[in-house]
T-cell receptor, first 118, second 117 residues
Framework: AQKITQTQPGMFVQEKEAVTLDCTYD???????LFWYKQPSSGEMIFLIY??????QNATEGRYSLNFQKARKSANLVISASQLGDSAMYFC???????????????FGQGTRLTINP | GAVVSQHPSRVICKSGTSVKIECRSL??????MFWYRQFPKQSLMLMAT?????????EQGVEKDKFLINHASLTLSTLTVTSAHPEDSSFYIC?????????????FGDGTRLSIL
């Protein structure tokens, strides 16, 4: 069974600083995908960034980058130049390739609540 | 703009009422949609995988008769909470994925806050 672990329940960061949100995963599959989502207090889930298990380079998307260390099974999210609007819950998730067509389920970590202080 | 639409956004109703929640993919066909439940300050818990034209696949511990899922078309899945009770109060959120590569993210609806009095 796969598992996603986010060890930081809460993070407090000063505005404009960079912040790293930790995520480790456990899977026996060779092919898998890792995702980060942001959930503001309003509840919607916003897709931020994706990393494939075979991707050789770390994914980047604007101020978001993913520090992917495959041997250590970690996929930490880095947010550069944090803004007040970055305050939200952040979830790491993993999707496995399934032999059942269309059943590519996502498993989520516990989440990290990020608070950006002015 | 939103690619998955979920309605209603909020429901408050009496115990014993059945509540239907709709999830629509707006600009792509989704043979598979997913339904999650989220308790306050907790993560998303997958309830079931909704398959177009066939029965839903429920996760262990989820009551099939309590949470009825219908995926009648490639753009619409519905979740009906039957005879809802206060313990069913929660945040329910659906998602859909464009078929194909593993890199395709799940796109989520805005969720439904269900409160049973």
């Amino acid at each position: 069974a796969q598992k996603i672990t986010q060890t930081q329940p809460g993070m407090f960061v000063q505005e404009k600083e960079a912040v790293t949100l930790d995520c480790t995963y456990d899977t026996s599959d060779q092919s898998y995908g890792l995702f980060w989502y942001k959930q503001p207090s309003s509840g919607e889930m916003i897709f931020l960034i994706y990393q494939g298990s075979y991707d050789e380079q770390n994914a980047t998307e604007g101020r978001y980058s993913l520090n992917f260390q495959k041997a250590r099974k970690s996929a930490n999210l880095v947010i550069s130049a944090s803004q007040l609007g970055d305050s939200a819950m952040y979830f790491c998730a993993m999707r496995e390739v399934s032999i059942i067509q269309g059943a590519q389920k996502l498993v989520f970590g516990q989440g990290t609540r990020l608070t950006i202080n002015p | 703009g939103a690619v998955v639409s979920q309605h209603p956004s909020r429901v408050i109703c009496k115990s014993g009422t059945s509540v239907k929640i709709e999830c629509r993919s707006l600009d792509f066909q989704a043979t598979t949609m997913f339904w999650y439940r989220q308790f306050p300050k907790q993560s998303l818990m997958l309830m079931a995988t909704s398959n177009e034209g066939s029965k839903a696949t429920y996760e262990q511990g989820v009551e099939k008769d309590k949470f009825l899922i219908n995926h009648a078309s490639l753009t619409l899945s519905t979740l009906t909470v039957t005879s809802a009770h206060p313990e069913d109060s929660s945040f329910y959120i659906c998602s859909a994925t464009r078929e194909g590569r593993l890199s395709q993210p799940q796109h989520f609806g805005d969720g439904t806050r269900l409160s049973i009095l």
